[in-house]
């Protein structure tokens, strides 16, 4: 029972009231930036610019299509991020990883960290699809037993588990294709970077590879694809960006995060 009072209310007071403070904006948590270049410029040694201050902000989760003409510069935006070309001028960080000098066993420590899918496949010819998925994880460290527990589950999410045997010669472009997205993902990187995935491929199997690349996106992995298919592009519903003389353009609203100069 609530204790008794004998104090008489108060007289009313006659000044107004305070305003009741309006309730805080609920804000959004921050999401983590896997990927950053600040003012990136890339000129090779022969004179020839590739990219020019270049700023670019990829966040985990973000599934990110760059077009543009042969030449424009889509793959070295990409070979700056695994390592495989250096800025010229300006600061790339990928995973909180600055590249600059980044060397030796501290960038083959970063590339762990980066699953890379090619135009051109790049098997091993003379390895079955299992063994050319595998050898990733075998050049890691991983034990028999890992390997073995990763390797079917990711030939099942490409659908090539029944090829598991067979070799690169056997298998169209298309399959060919999957065995090196799941080579590029056997080892489940949080980042995945693929250059022309579909370039050498008929439409039927490009959808196939935009189909698998966006599961891998639904699961967690962050995929940044370069591509010069226009009809690719019109079809997204993800964020577009363009290079267009060495220079970063947004082409669509899907994403307000990325710096157009």
Not at 48 to 59: F, K, R, Y
Request: some cysteine; charged content about 20%; overall charge positive.
């Amino acid at each position: 029972m609530a204790p008794v009072t004998t104090d008489r209310p108060s007289t009313p007071s006659r000044t107004a009231p305070s305003p009741v403070p309006s309730a805080a904006p609920i804000r959004q948590p921050a999401r983590d930036i896997l990927v950053r270049l600040q003012q990136v410029t890339k000129i090779y040694d022969n004179g020839c610019p590739a990219l020019l201050n270049v700023n670019l902000q990829i966040c985990k989760g973000d599934f990110l299509l760059i077009t543009g003409p042969s030449g424009s510069g889509k793959s070295t935006l990409l070979k700056l991020l695994y390592g495989e070309e250096r800025a010229t001028q300006g600061e790339v960080w990928v995973n909180s990883v600055g590249l600059t000098d980044l060397r030796g066993n501290s960038l083959s420590k970063l590339r762990r960290q980066i699953g890379v899918v090619f135009q051109d496949y790049k098997l091993i010819p003379r390895r079955t699809v299992s063994e050319n998925v595998a050898l990733v994880l075998w050049a890691q460290g991983f034990t028999r037993k890992e390997v073995q527990r990763r390797l079917l589950p990711t030939l099942k999410m490409v659908g090539l588990q029944e090829k598991a045997d067979c070799f690169p010669e056997q298998l169209s472009g298309g399959e060919q294709q999957r065995v090196s997205i799941a080579r590029a993902v056997v080892n489940t990187p949080p980042i995945l970077l693929a250059d022309e995935p579909t370039g050498n491929l008929d439409p039927d199997n490009s959808g196939q590879v935009i189909k698998i690349l966006k599961k891998l996106n639904s699961i967690g992995i962050t995929v940044v694809v370069t591509t010069h298919d226009e009809q690719l592009v019109k079809m997204s519903e993800h964020p577009v960006m363009q290079i267009r003389n060495g220079k970063l353009f947004q082409v669509n609203r899907q994403s307000s995060r990325e710096t157009v100069p």
